[in-house]
DNA sequence: CACCTGTATCGACGGACGTCAACATAGACA
DNA sequence: TGTCTATGTTGACGTCCGTCGATACAGGTG
């Protein structure tokens, strides 16, 4: 729980990245904390299990339908960020979407703030563009 | 199996970005057919019910620490192709890992072809960054 | 305070999944 | 043909996971 936001296995992954960042970014200064690449793509190197068990449970959190449409339901509401009362028309019951809720705040996707009766999610930009980069750099290299 | 590559989930997921894609496409002739961007990023509207049925097909793909380390095997190697025999060193029995290649294939991300004693895996470059953009497209968006 | 609404947690059930040993198949070689 | 190696398939087992109803908690309203 250390960094705001989620308290799942995002805060482990991102630290990995950023460590691994840390070693060839020198020139760089802290401006778009949130736009820089991270992490290897998956493309440079075979993988190793620290690394796949770690980034594994981020694919794994979008790799069920209805997370998949929560999460595109909150990053695809204004301002990255919606009501639970807004989105948790999929199709299955509350608790299950309060469970779905709570799987990808534990992957570091999203994370929540009460604000009154309503709870709000929002998404974390920068693992998403994370998450993008692995992949898209892994495509294009 | 129409196309050639593999005989899983990935031709409906592809046709499906494909077709969603042509609808605004009309002045891009066919060059670079593997890196131009396709289907809905996540945060552009909600995922349908059959959107995210076939996509989540492909996180959940990568949502294992152990197919995540024989994909990225396979797409750290030269060419973006390899033997099993190269890559089956992940520490689980060798059905097991036959077992895995078998899920990556079906959710379109490897292709595999015989080539005398030996099979090889290879990764779908358009695959690739199709899932890449959905990510990367919603962070920067 | 009582009552209502929105959200999270608990406990249980059924199905999906990762794993393995045993076996089957494909090709190379003698 | 037989044998060896490389890979895929089968069947079984234990665990994880998605789902629900029931219940608990939080906050607003009266």
Redesign the interface.
Known sequence: MGRGGGEGALGAWFDMCQHRHMSNAKALPLLEP??EPCCPP????????DE??R???M???????????L???V??HDG?EACVCD?SD??VSQPTVSHHLKKLKEAGLLSSERRGTWVYYR?E?AV??A??????????A
Chains 1, 2 share one sequence.
């Open positions: 949130a736009a998956l493309n440079e190197r075979p993988l190793t299990a796949a068990e980034t594994a449970v694919f794994k959190a979008l790799g069920d339908p209805v997370r998949l449409r999460f595109s339901a990053a695809s990255g989105i999929v199709g998404v930009p998403l563009a998450m993008g980069q692995l992949l898209t750099k892994a495509a294009t």
